[in-house]
């Protein structure tokens, strides 16, 4: 029954991302858009960190697998993510350079800086309180400070962009899947925040469900949103 | 059920989950 939930639970969280960010990376090569891009590797890295959780519950610790998982599960995945929201939404320039542009260049250094601080950081596994991955095995200081701005970053985005949508498509009553859609990728994308949040605070286990109903939640939402559109 | 009552108070409930989150991101960084 443990394994289940520290083993086959982030297993499939992992190969639900794996295919949509496929679904998402093959509309991406027909279209060219920037926001299907990053939502791809945004599902990539959330794929990646499921992959590693799973390992992690089926064969136990390996110091590669939690540095890829910490990376691109626990900082990198929601920013990368909002970003792609970012591309999606916000038009606006200055001078004559796009927002998202200027944007994107502060998140991959910001990305390289956290990858360079994951690659270096001392790990201690003994710290960790149950058979599921978790921060608290990061001994170096100045790693896990940075997780919280990226994750900041990637729900004001992601949440807020999908929330805002939502919105707009419910005032202008131009598009009902869509309106639904973007409810449902908005508490989607809330939801493995909040088990990282109750996870901080001594429930481990609720970061996989979070995790698995998340991704779940959010391909439903892309889904409602692919659809061919009607009125309200 | 009226979707014109529903939505609203479904973004306003979804909005509130979002300004939790970040208000925890803000704790967990202000407590570290």
């Given amino acids: 029954m443990q394994e289940l939930v520290s083993a086959y639970l982030p297993l499939a969280s992992s190969l639900i991302s794996f295919v949509f960010a496929f679904m998402v990376l093959k509309k991406w090569a027909d279209r060219r858009q920037p926001f299907l891009l990053l939502w791809g590797l945004g599902f990539i890295m959330y794929g990646i960190g499921g992959a590693m959780e799973a390992i992690y519950g089926f064969s136990g610790w390996n110091s590669l697998v939690f540095r890829l998982w910490y990376l691109f599960g626990a900082i990198l995945v929601a920013a990368w993510l909002g970003q792609g929201t970012v591309y999606l939404l916000v038009r606006r320039k200055i001078g004559n350079v796009r927002l998202a542009h200027i944007l994107m260049a502060i998140l991959a250094v910001g990305s390289l800086y956290a990858l360079f601080k994951v690659a270096g950081a001392r790990l201690d596994p003994q710290l960790l309180e149950s058979d599921q991955l978790q921060g608290v095995a990061i001994v170096s200081s100045g790693v896990r400070v940075l997780t919280p701005f990226f994750n900041i970053y990637g729900t004001v985005m992601l949440a807020g962009g999908a929330i805002y949508s939502a919105y707009y498509f419910w005032k202008t009553r131009s598009a009902a899947n869509r309106m639904i859609g973007n409810i449902l990728i908005a508490a989607g994308a809330m939801m493995p925040g909040f088990g990282g949040a109750l996870q901080r605070l001594g429930i481990p286990s609720v970061l996989y469900i979070g995790e698995f109903l998340g991704v779940v939640v959010m391909f439903i939402g892309y889904l409602y949103t692919s659809r061919p559109q009607r009125m309200v | ?32």
């Fill in chain 2, 1 to 32: 059920m009226d979707r014109n009552r529903v939505v609203p108070i479904v973004l306003i409930v979804l909005a509130i989950a979002a300004v939790t989150l970040i208000a925890i991101a803000v704790y967990v960084i202000a407590s570290s």
